[in-house]
């Protein structure tokens, strides 16, 4: 089964209705499940392929995927969060480097990150969620800006 008929399957089966706004916004996450969107993001993205979508339309369904279970959303200090597909769903597991300026968000994948979730599992019997871990700080643009 593909990504994309999983996720429809899911939304079938949960007490959501599948319009056909919400198979676009499935389509677009799908086709872009390598980047992090906004709801903003989405929504431009989205307008180009339907321009009659809403951006309260955009942000209700980004929620109710995220109940789902579908997309992994990864929050900022300021209120902006980004999405994108759970990574189950996907092949790789990567983890996220957050810049506090500029928000680019880079990825990691590393043994030593699934180390980490093991370990807090076992010693804290704490279960990570999502198995994703975001580190906050700044990235190596930024930190060139501060020297200037
Ligand atoms: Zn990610
Ligand atoms: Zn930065």
Do not use: W
Request: glycine share 4%.
């Amino acid at each position: 089964m593909t990504v994309y008929n999983e996720i429809i399957t899911t939304l079938q089966k949960s007490p959501y209705k599948l319009t056909p706004q919400r198979e676009t916004i499935v389509k677009v996450l799908v086709d872009r499940k390598e980047e992090h969107l906004s709801a903003e993001e989405l929504y431009f993205i989205l307008k180009e392929i339907s321009p009659d979508i809403g951006l309260a339309t955009v942000y209700r369904t980004l929620d109710i995927f995220y109940d789902l279970k579908i997309l992994e959303k990864i929050t900022f200090g300021n209120g902006i969060a980004k999405y994108h597909l759970r990574q189950k769903m996907t092949i790789g597991m990567h983890h996220h480097l957050i810049c506090t300026k500029c928000h680019n968000i880079s990825t990691v994948s590393n043994e030593i990150f699934n180390k980490l979730i093991k370990y807090l599992n076992q010693e804290y019997n704490f279960e990570v969620q999502d198995n994703t871990i975001a580190i906050y700080g700044t990235c190596k643009d930024c930190q060139g800006e501060e020297i200037k």
